[in-house]
């Protein structure tokens, strides 16, 4: 079975650390945020698709570097093509039943489960769902007593809204679908789902967390949703015994002082000083932290310094 993954952004909202790192290869908790989404794919999946196209060397370099346990294929658009192009655009390799997935969220959703269902129902596609709150900034779509999708809307008034089900960006799809996708630039969602309708697309519903990485906050999020699975630990290193730890933490080969860390702290290959307190960040590899500085809802990206009693809060702190 196939997977592709929509990964071709720019992620302007995480600049500018992605002037210089692709969002593909944002660490989250340690590893990119790419990896975890093919880790999370089902062993059933020997090949994905990553369609890309900002900084598309870099994400090349880093899977020639580090094997993934599958076949990846890097697939170039020279253009923004949106969803819907960008499976049109890696159609020659889609042949059976395939998974599709936006390449900036992180979920507990189960491929498997989802896959099974999709079959067992018969219909084109499946798209996974989740619930929110307020739907309005949302696409929504709208079930029957089963789970047969009846309508979508895109971004409704709250009051209006049909359901608190919204799209999250996740499908199964027959390769019939691609019949249905224009040439050039294609919305999935407004130009090519609502057409679908009467040859059975179905929704699936899932728990856990779901999580799109694409600003600071979401992404310092999914470092503490993987957080509180995975565990704390410290990795290589040096930590000073008097340092004090709040839980969830990871340190991976970082030399940390007598110092606070915690919660919600990773610190890859960085320094942290005497007296620092640092809080829901992520510091990455080459910065220092200096002593008594304070950091909190930061990212603090590669090479960057906070210095000695500065403190620093939400915001990203990385070259341009």
């Known amino acids: 079975m196939k997977a592709v993954i929509l990964a071709g952004g720019l992620g302007t909202r995480l600049r500018p650390l992605t002037y210089r790192i692709p969002k593909p290869l944002m660490p989250v908790a340690g590893r990119p945020l790419i990896v975890r989404i093919i880790d999370s794919l089902p062993s059933s999946v ?46 020659e390799h889609l042949d059976s039943t395939f998974i599709a997935l936006n390449g900036d969220c992180l979920s507990t959703l189960d491929f498997k489960v989802m896959v099974r269902q999709h079959r067992e129902n018969g ?77 059975g697309l179905f929704g699936f519903r899932f728990q856990g967390f779901w999580i799109d990485c694409g600003t600071r906050a979401n992404l310092l999020a999914a470092q503490r949703a993987v957080l509180e699975r995975e565990g704390s630990g410290a990795r290589g290193g040096h930590a000073d015994p008097a340092c004090q730890l709040s839980a969830p933490y990871l340190t991976l080969e970082a030399t940390v002082g007598r110092c606070s860390l915690g919660p919600n702290v990773v610190v890859e290959g960085a320094t942290i000083g005497d007296g620092a307190s640092v809080r829901n960040s992520l510091i990455m590899r080459g910065a220092q932290v200096g002593s008594n500085a304070v950091v909190e809802n930061c990212i603090i990206g590669p090479g960057m310094m906070v210095g000695k009693d500065t403190q620093v809060s939400d915001t990203i702190l990385a070259e341009k």
């Open 123 to 199: 219909g084109i596609g499946t798209i996974a769902l989740w619930e929110v709150e307020d739907p309005s900034a949302f696409g929504v779509v709208a079930l029957d007593k089963g789970s047969r999708i009846l309508d979508f809307q895109e971004k409704p008034q709250r009051e209006e809204a049909r359901s608190n089900l919204i799209n999250a960006g996740a499908y199964v799809f027959e390769p019939e679908i691609l019949d249905y996708i224009g040439k050039g630039h294609v919305s999935m969602e407004r130009e090519v789902f609502p057409n679908l309708l009467e040859e």
């Open 46 to 91: 020997d090949t994905v698709v990553l369609a890309v196209s900002y900084m598309k060397e870099a994400v090349e370099e880093y899977f020639r570097v580090n094997p993934c346990g599958k076949k990846v294929l890097i697939v170039n658009e020279t253009t923004p093509l949106g969803t819907g192009g960008a499976l049109k655009n890696v159609a």
